[in-house]
């Protein structure tokens, strides 16, 4: 389960997300899916990063969300390009194929993450994805 957001957020002060809030708010998390199967895990980015300069100062719910998703692309991102460097440096001391299982897992994590925040999203909850680095806030 994703843990649930710090006191200091909106839902802990009774705002209450609409439908169509919701609605973005799922599609933030599923459009990042749908740019990382589309992409091949670099483009997962995009999809939140339009949502939320669309709704930039109209919707906290749907600012939040679409936040959480971006971090939690960007910090992947990162990581898999950490991974993929280190599989190719790896390749000449015959150690690289060690670090395609973290690679895998890793995606599989951000995939269960993702999924989890659009279905935690359409019930109208505030919740952060772990293991995200907030380079937006």
């Given amino acids: 389960m994703l843990q649930q957001p710090p006191p200091d957020l909106p839902q802990q002060a009774g705002i209450i997300a609409t439908a169509e809030e919701k609605n973005m708010g799922m599609l933030c998390h599923l459009t990042a899916l749908l740019g990382v199967l589309v992409?091949?895990?670099?483009?997962?980015?995009v999809g939140p990063l339009?949502?939320?300069?669309?709704?930039?100062?109209?919707?906290?719910?749907?600012c939040f969300h679409a936040r959480e998703s971006l971090n939690h692309q960007i910090t992947f991102l990162i990581f898999y390009l950490a991974c993929g460097i280190l599989i190719f440096v790896g390749s000449f001391f015959?150690?690289?194929?060690l670090f395609i299982l973290p690679l895998m897992v890793a995606g599989i994590l951000s995939l269960i993450f993702e999924i989890m925040?659009?279905?935690?999203?359409?019930?109208?909850?505030w919740t952060r994805i772990p293991w995200s680095i907030r380079f937006i806030s």
Avoid: D, P, T, Y
């Fill in 94 to 97: 015959c150690i690289g194929i």
């Fill in 117 to 125: 925040a659009s279905v935690q999203a359409s019930r109208g909850e």
């Fill in 50 to 62: 339009i949502i939320m300069n669309l709704h930039q100062g109209k919707s906290e719910f749907i």
């Fill in 39 to 45: 992409g091949g895990g670099f483009l997962g980015f």
